[in-house]
């Protein structure tokens, strides 16, 4: 292809001034026009998961230096995953752009799931957006009906629930299935194996962090952003997004705690009250849904704690 050819693809990483953009074509390495920064100043201007126009400025070359290109254009980004910049009061540092979805994985031991731990990545989604579908990995350490049974409030609630052991690959394809299509970030508490399902979704990831290759584009060394971006089939990308496995409940309205509930949303604004807490208040619509276990308990616990006690 000659110089100048215009290229899309999606940034899967970044290294200081360089970024990686994965193309029909294969990894062009980029560097960004000074205008996209100067325009992006209360953002991270460039981020994983951004959808971006390039220009083809050096192509590759039969030794395996990478064709090298300058990012011309960003997509406008139509979630993401962020926090408050550090040192900042109002600038954004994205995690990852675009996500479609999370997947909240948790393990069935070791460590063991904590239900609250599980709602604060299901409302980390809820308040972005985003789906989320919960993973739960080390099957081969239980039962299926122990898993159903400390997941059931989730599934009552409406969450997709996949089951999945990274040493014996089951589940591994519905797994796939779910992320058909989709950019999905991974977040969960450490030790679940989020790593090992990373790496039997991508070969690519697993080679990398085997030390086969040295990095995707091979110029030896560089210092890489936190959330690299795997494409693992057609329009299908999985985040590993270190930064989010700790992520505090940053963005999550508690005035508007109720809408993060899904299985509430039916009976919102059905209250007496039209600025009902659900708490205590007389003739609420979702304490009724409670009583009539439409809502299970554990769920409603769960949002009476944060209510009430917050963060
Ligand atoms: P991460 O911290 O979430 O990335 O977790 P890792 O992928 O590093 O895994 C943590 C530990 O759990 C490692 O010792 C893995 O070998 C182990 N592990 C990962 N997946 C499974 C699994 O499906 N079954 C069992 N028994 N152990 C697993
Ligand atoms: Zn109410």
């Known amino acids: 292809m000659p110089s100048g050819t215009e290229i899309t693809g999606v940034i899967v990483r970044g290294y200081g001034l360089y970024y990686d953009v994965t193309t029909p074509h294969g990894i062009l390495r980029c560097t960004l026009r000074g205008t996209i920064k100067r325009e992006r100043r209360k953002t991270t201007p460039a981020a994983p998961g951004d959808r971006v126009r390039t220009t083809l ?13 300058v990012i011309e254009e960003i997509m406008p980004r139509t979630r ?35 239900p609250r731990l599980v709602d604060r990545f299901l409302l980390i989604a809820e308040a972005r957006g985003l789906e989320a579908v919960i993973c739960v990995n080390k099957l081969d350490l239980a039962n299926k009906g122990d898993v159903e049974r400390t997941f059931a409030p989730f599934r009552m609630a409406g969450y997709p629930i996949v089951t999945t052991s990274a040493h014996d690959g089951s589940g591994l394809d519905a797994l796939r299935a779910t992320l058909q299509g989709k950019l999905s970030a991974f977040a969960g508490p450490s030790g679940v194996g989020k ?4 790496n039997a979704l991508s070969p690519e990831r697993a080679a ?11 110029k030896g060394k560089h210092t890489t952003t936190w959330t690299t971006v795997f494409q693992i089939g057609p329009d299908t990308y999985v985040a590993d997004t270190p930064g989010i496995r700790a992520l505090q409940l940053w963005g999550v309205d508690f005035e508007e705690l109720d809408r993060l509930y899904p299985e509430f949303r039916p009976y919102l604004g059905a209250c007496h009250y039209d600025d009902c807490r659900h708490l205590n208040e007389p003739d609420c619509a979702v304490r009724a849904a409670l009583d009539e276990g439409v809502i299970h308990p554990d769920r409603y616990a769960s949002y009476c704690a944060f209510k009430v006690g917050g963060d």
Do not use: C, W, Y
């Not at 400025?57 to 290109?69: I, W």
């Not at 109002?90 to 479609?100: G, R």
């Open 57 to 69: 400025t050096t192509p590759g070359t039969p030794e395996g230096e990478p064709a090298e290109g």
């Open 80 to 114: 993401s995953l962020s926090r408050l910049a550090r040192g900042t009061t109002d600038s954004e540092q994205v995690i990852v752009a675009n996500p479609d979805q999370l997947v909240a994985v948790f393990a069935v031991h070791e460590p063991e799931p904590h």
């Open 195 to 198: 790593s090992s399902l990373l």
């Open 208 to 218: 990398e962090k085997t030390g086969e290759i040295s990095s995707a584009t091979g």
